[in-house]
Each structure stands twice: as C-alpha cells, then as structure tokens.
C-alpha cells in the first residue's frame, strides 16, 4: 500500500512556471509507477504524465508535451512535475496517483490518489 500527499500548487500568470510534488510513503513505494492526472471544473479526470520507478519509461498527454517534465527521486520516494510555459486551460486540481509495475495513461488503472493540489493559471 502506498499513500500519497501532493504539494506545490498555486496561483500563477499565463507563461509562468510551477512545480508540483508528490510525496509517496510505503515499503514499496519506489516500485510503483508513478502518475499525474488533472480534473477542471465540469470536466472529466484527465491524463497529464507518468513515470516508471525506473525511470526510463515516461507519458505526456499531447497537451503538455515540451512544457511539462516528470521526475522522480526513489531515495525520497517523491515524484515532481515542473510546469513551464503554462496556459489557462493547465487551470485544475492536479492528482498524484500509483500503480504497481507497468505504466499507464488511464486513471481507472490506477490504484492510489492524493488529495489533489489547486493549479490556477490567469492572465
């Protein structure tokens, strides 16, 4: 089992940048896949990123492609996501999420959340 606490949101101009973290606890977090998804208002739970706990397996949805980066540091056992360039429609509640082993880009697939952290782009 694995728990998941999300931090680094906020308020941020258009074009600006922003890192989240995510901070996973659990004998065996470092080998869970790591994801991160994110859900605007009226809107469904979407895929943004992922990475193996390897590290040599990485997703981007296509709408963060170039701006976005996922990292990871097993010895901490946090996952980041570093967000440049941002645009209004980045503007949702970012989710960490995990799963055991191989990588995904749905959130059924996933089996643990965080609490999700507020991302607000404005102009």
């Known amino acids: 089992q694995v728990q998941l606490v999300e931090s680094g949101g906020g308020l941020v101009q258009a074009g600006g940048s922003l890192r989240l973290s995510c901070a996973a606890s659990g004998r065996t977090s470092s080998m869970y896949v790591m994801g991160w998804f994110r859900q605007g208002l009226g809107k469904e739970r979407e895929f943004v990123s992922a990475l193996s706990w390897s590290g040599d397996v990485t997703r981007y949805a296509d709408s963060v492609k170039g701006r976005f980066t996922i990292s990871r540091d097993n010895a901490k056992n946090t996952v980041n996501l570093q967000m440049n360039s941002l645009k209004l429609e980045d503007t949702a509640v970012y989710y960490c999420?995990?799963?055991?082993?191989?990588?995904?880009?749905?959130?059924?697939?996933?089996?643990?959340w965080g609490q999700g952290t507020q991302v607000t782009v404005s102009s």
């Open positions: 999420a995990a799963r055991f082993l191989g990588v995904t880009t749905t959130p059924g697939s996933y089996n643990f």
